[in-house]
């Protein structure tokens, strides 16, 4: 008979659970994609997006779009100047730079010694894999 009496009462307990979160669910229903467009429109409007891409506010809030205080022309002119000093640097991610001197790369081998090498360490076993190089 006690048996049964906890059998019921946890029953019982766990429609009451049940019924709460199925309470909850109903309370904060998912809105409509009508809705989220409205907001996201109202928002746009409003300029609360943030700028899509990575660079956005990672806080989640809106950002003030970037504008350049120079002209067209100054900018032209200042990118003309650098580049007859030498101070541009090479198109990419890395450029063609020593990080370390900050000054071009130059191999001082020609390329018949770099394939030489190349052909001794493959001998020797010591080529690393592809994509397994040096990450500093």
């Not at 994609?33 to 928002?43: G, I, Q, S």
């Amino acid at each position: 008979m006690m048996k049964n009496a906890l059998t019921v009462l946890a029953a019982a307990c766990a429609a009451l659970i049940a019924q709460g979160s199925f309470a909850q669910d109903a309370a904060s229903a998912p809105k409509t994609r009508a809705e989220v467009k409205a907001e996201t429109k109202a928002a746009a409007k409003a300029g609360q997006l943030a700028p899509a891409g990575e660079a956005g506010d990672q806080a989640g809030g809106a950002t003030k779009p970037l504008k350049s205080t120079k002209t067209r022309a100054e900018r032209k002119a200042e990118t003309a100047e650098a580049r007859k000093a030498g101070e541009l640097k090479a198109a990419g991610e890395a450029g063609d730079t020593n990080e370390a001197a900050g000054k071009p790369s130059k191999s001082s081998l020609t390329r018949a010694e770099r394939k030489a090498e190349t052909k001794e360490a493959r001998k020797e076993g010591k080529l690393k894999p592809a994509g397994e190089g040096d990450n500093k």
